[in-house]
T-cell receptor
Framework: KNEVEQSPQNLTAQEGEFITINCSYS?????LHWLQQHPGGGIVSLFM???GKKKHGRLIATINIQEKHSSLHITASHPRDSAVYIC???????????FGTGTRLQVFP | GAGVSQSPRYKVAKRGQDVALRCDPI?????LFWYQQALGQGPEFLTY????????KSGLPSDRFFAERPEGSVSTLKIQRTQQEDSAVYLC????????????????FGPGTRLTVL
């Protein structure tokens, strides 16, 4: 069983829909990252959080440490949001990240 | 300012060839990470440097993989006698200050090198 699980693996949406991507993890962590990867490989860090909630524009990330669960929400989705969204956790004792397999999002106009 | 850069962006190698992949981290970043991303999968950790010291190489899949960062800035990942299963995107990331020193642990990723072994 992977230490970081994401759902769904694939997601399609119509422009304007509210999107939720979920991440569950089984290890103790010091931080959780949400990353965005566009075709061609480049990865951009969206959020780093260790508790509560963060908001940046139309993106919202929440984490529940007790339940070992995080969600990434996209409000008013747009075709340019189409990408792979990856959840990654930084375990308690190391600097390295453990990644989920990603959620491929396609938003259609 | 300049981000993390990697070269080459694409590399095609014949099975058995040696390859060298380069990473230029953001200037002044202490920590440097290498990850391997197979097609359709999330990245997986390979190795970690703090300055020139390789503190963790637990993710290197075999002794054919070797990484160095001799002056604490540019890093090279070398793969000897490449095999088809080495085909992947190799990602480099850097961060300013290591954990435990009070700094951000946001990792900044390079564009990756896509390696195809024929």
């Amino acid at each position: 069983k992977n230490e970081v699980e994401q759902s769904p693996q694939n997601l399609t949406a119509q422009e304007g829909e509210f999107i939720t991507i979920n991440c569950s993890y089984s290890v103790g962590i010091s931080a959780l990252h949400w990353l965005q990867q566009h075709p061609g490989g480049g990865i951009v860090s969206l959020f780093m959080l260790s508790s509560g909630k963060k908001k940046h524009g139309r993106l919202i990330a929440t984490i529940n440490i007790q339940e070992k669960h995080s969600s990434l929400h996209i409000t008013a989705s747009h075709p340019r949001d189409s990408a792979v969204y990856i959840c990654a956790v930084r375990s308690d004792n190391t600097d390295k990240l453990i990644f989920g397999t990603g959620t491929r999002l396609q938003v259609f106009p | 300012g300049a981000g993390v850069s990697q070269s080459p962006r694409y590399k095609v190698a014949k099975r058995g060839q040696d390859v060298a992949l380069r990473c230029d981290p953001i200037s002044g970043h202490v920590s440097l990470f290498w990850y391997q991303q197979a097609l359709g999968q999330g990245p997986e950790f390979l190795t970690y440097f703090q300055n020139e010291a390789q503190l963790d190489k637990s993710g290197l899949p075999s002794d054919r993989f070797f990484a160095e960062r001799p002056e604490g800035s540019v890093s090279t990942l070398k793969i000897q006698r490449t095999q088809q299963e080495d085909s992947a995107v190799y990602l480099c990331a850097s961060s300013l200050v290591p954990r435990g020193q009070g700094g951000t642990d946001t990792q900044y990723f390079g564009p990756g090198t896509r390696l195809t072994v024929l």
